[in-house]
């Protein structure tokens, strides 16, 4: 396992405050932090699916773990990121950390090939992944390779971590504003693709989690039989890909939202939440 050496700064994106950190390799990583947000949650899905991803030969950045020290070098004077490393001390997650990479825009779209882009779209589908849009693609373009980015909201690993359920029509709603969305797409190349990850090979992502991830889950007593309801779990899930047809279908059929709709339904459930529970 690398461990992390320096500190460099931090990237201010949403909530889970990510850091460039130098690691015992000499290479710089993006650590997302178990301190932060439900950072152990989020660095589950994020493992899981990331290598899922990598099984289907999809763009994404392989994670690596990364152990936070007592005694790495922060050089920080901001509290709030000595707080957050003094809480993540322990097993976190790290991303390569690439270079010069520039945000995916439209600009790069007629270089990226189409399969792959509805590869990109369907895996999303599949993993109601619904943190992916034109302003906020997650996707970045190094060494004019695309590289997809920031799987911790994949809901159906969530899902099958927490066993909450998500509505999937209010979700659809999201992914209809995927750049990679378009209609009619042919979802049966993936889901052969799906099918033929090897269950060992599930098994085998899911047997890397470190036990300092699993027992706050709570899905069982022991880490070795939590591994075995998680991979059971997203086998199921990857042996019944055809579920992207019955999606795809509700997915024609779902409003698309404009951006003005969009902003005024947020606003709306701002106000409801405030009237509710009182302005944060």
């Known amino acids: ?87 993540s001390i322990g097993v976190n997650l790290g991303l390569p950390y690439l270079e010069n990479a520039e945000t995916y825009s439209e600009r790069a779209a007629h270089t990226v090939d189409e399969n792959l882009k509805d590869e990109i ?60 969305y378009h209609s009619p797409l042919m979802p049966y190349p993936f889901i052969n693709k799906l099918r033929q990850v090897a269950d060992s090979d599930i098994s085998q992502i899911v047997s890397e989690l ?10 069982a007593a022991a880490a070795g039989e939590a591994r075995e309801i998680i991979s059971a779990r997203l086998i199921a899930k990857k042996n019944h890909g055809e579920v992207l047809l019955r999606m795809l279908d509700m997915l024609r059929i779902v409003k698309h939202e404009t951006e003005e709709e969009r902003h005024a339904r947020s606003l709306q459930n701002r106000l409801a939440f405030e009237q509710k529970h009182g302005k944060i």
Not at 40 to 68: C, D, M, Q, R
Not at 130 to 150: F, K, S, W
Request: hydrophobic share 45%; proline share 6%.
């Open 121 to 180: 779209f369907l895996y999303d589908l599949f993993l109601l992944n619904i943190d992916r849009n034109p302003a906020n693609p997650n996707m970045i373009i190094h060494q004019g390779e695309l590289r997809c980015l920031d799987y911790s909201s994949a809901l159906m690993i969530r899902s099958a971590l927490t066993r909450e359920n998500y509505r999937e029509h209010v979700l659809l709603r999201h992914l209809k504003r995927h750049p990679f």
């Open 1 to 87: 396992m690398l461990t992390a050496v320096k500190f460099y700064q931090e990237l201010r994106s949403g909530s889970s405050l990510p850091l460039i950190i130098s690691a015992s390799d000499g290479n710089k990583y993006v650590a997302k932090l178990c301190g932060a947000g439900d950072g152990i949650l989020a660095n589950v899905v994020e493992w899981l699916a990331s290598k899922l991803g990598t099984l289907l030969h999809l763009p994404v950045i392989s994670p690596v773990f990364l152990a936070i020290p007592k005694t790495l070098d922060d050089a920080s004077w901001d509290p709030e990121i000595r707080e957050l490393l003094q809480k």
């Open 210 to 219: 470190p036990e300092e991830w699993l027992k706050p889950l709570q899905i």
